[in-house]
């Protein structure tokens, strides 16, 4: 097959597609990568051809414009609980569904055009798309390919659309409106395609999550496991070497910091959490990219590092503490690590994932003011309460047991050739 993967433009929602890419290249399928400009060096980087779609991403632009204006909001990136605890009316339920298409034309316009063009020549048999990407699907239906969702965490976008279903199936027939089938439909019927729900759901669905962590979105998806992948990086000597003491993991994750318009940690809340921690005896290994590293005044137990490739670092940490990113909050499920959430500066889906995690026994949240001294008493309590290290083990076990992406091929190869339009069919 051509399979052909749809990515958003940051750098973490590429890193868990590429376990399952290599997959499908491994096996024999022609595998191509495609996205924002943006992307290009993140494909570049996991040894994946890309192909540049649409022009740079806006959005980030106009968020930065609304935050300088002080009318972005505090919380705008953060779902909570009471986002997902049911209880809306059809008018929330709408608005939310509106802001999903409030500004479609502008930042996806192009992308859909210049992707639909590229699908029509090379013809992929199967896409593989972000639910954060929604030109992907319209070129998939348009080339007759077979096309399914890779969620990078909660199915909140599914969650959403099903809410408002219910809600607007309750309605008259003659007052029921859906923003979203109106923006969709509009852009594939250019190209003589009508609007369904699979161009916003996919013929299926792959989700790396465990249950107890995912929303209630719909049809059941393809579990598959979690593989750590973390990009390029060398080892460093330092860490082929046993820790002598509990080791820590301290990061930021990579989104976050990259990106002003989401909320991070200064350099002085890390000071003073490092500060917090400078008397334990533990070894803290603080990831730390950018300015921030350049006034930190480091305790004696921190290794400051600007890139630790997880994958080799958390299994021989006693906990990690992160914002609670989805790859880190994954790779810390597969290897059975203890964590400790920073809610003041989890974004998106981060916190709802680190409550369930908590409610599993596996982890806690660091909680609001003072953060040092929280983040210092919870991780006490990680390391010394011997139960959390035992129910993050139980997880990891149920983690690793879920098929891994070779073992996936057979379902996902009959799935897009059930779903796909025959060669000698498609326009």
């Known amino acids: 097959m051509r399979v052909l993967f749809a990515t958003f433009p940051l750098q973490s929602h590429l890193l868990f597609m590429v376990p399952l890419a290599w997959a499908l290249r491994s096996a024999g399928h022609t595998v191509c990568v495609t996205g924002h400009p943006e992307t290009a060096p993140f494909a570049a980087r996991a040894g994946l051809p890309f192909v540049s779609v649409g022009e740079p991403y806006k959005a980030w632009e106009l968020m930065r414009r609304k935050e300088e204006s002080g009318t972005a909001g505090s919380d705008r990136f953060v779902v909570r609980r009471e986002h997902v605890s049911g209880g809306h009316t059809w008018e929330q339920a709408k608005e939310a569904q509106e802001g999903q298409v409030k500004l479609g ?35 998939a239906e348009v080339c007759g390919a077979a096309h399914a969702r890779f969620l990078p965490g909660q199915d909140y976008s599914g969650w959403l659309r099903e809410e408002f279903l219910r809600l607007d199936r309750a309605r008259p027939s003659e007052e029921r409106e859906d923003p979203v089938a109106r923006w969709t439909g509009a852009w594939s019927s250019r190209y003589g395609v009508e609007f369904s729900e699979t161009m916003l759901r996919g013929h299926f669905t792959i989700d790396m999550l465990p249950g107890w962590a995912r929303l209630d979105a719909g049809p059941a998806p393809l579990e598959m496991r979690y593989l750590p992948y973390d990009g390029r990086a060398v080892v460093p000597d330092w860490l082929r070497e046993e820790p002598r003491v ?110 369930r995690l908590a409610e599993q026994g596996a982890g806690l949240l660091s909680g609001g003011a003072p953060v040092a001294e929280n983040v210092r008493l919870n991780l006490l309590r990680l390391l010394e309460e011997p ?36 060669a000698a069919r498609r326009g």
Do not use: K
């Open 105 to 139: 034309d502008l930042i996806h316009g192009p992308t859909i055009t210049d992707l639909t063009a590229f699908c029509r020549r090379w013809r992929p048999d199967l896409v593989i798309w972000d639910p954060m990407f929604p030109a992907a699907p319209i070129a």
């Open 246 to 355: 509990p080791r820590v993991c301290l990061t930021l994750g990579i989104t976050a910091p990259r990106h002003p318009i989401f909320p991070t940690a200064s350099p002085e809340d890390l000071q003073q959490i490092l500060d917090a921690l400078a008397d334990l005896p533990v070894e803290v290994v603080a990831a730390v990219r950018g300015r921030r590293r350049e006034t930190l005044d480091l305790p004696g137990n921190v290794r400051l590092v600007d890139f630790a490739p997880l994958h080799a670092l958390l299994p021989s940490c006693a906990a990690v503490i992160h914002p609670g990113g989805y790859n880190t909050f994954s790779g810390a499920l597969y290897h059975g690590v203890p964590q400790l959430v920073l809610t003041p500066w989890s974004i998106f889906d981060s916190l709802l994932r680190a409550e």
């Open 387 to 422: 139960r959390f290290r035992a129910e993050a083990r139980r997880l990891a076990e149920q983690a690793r047991a879920r098929p891994s992406p070779l073992q996936l091929l057979p379902t996902i190869e009959d799935l897009a050739m059930r779903h796909r339009v025959p």
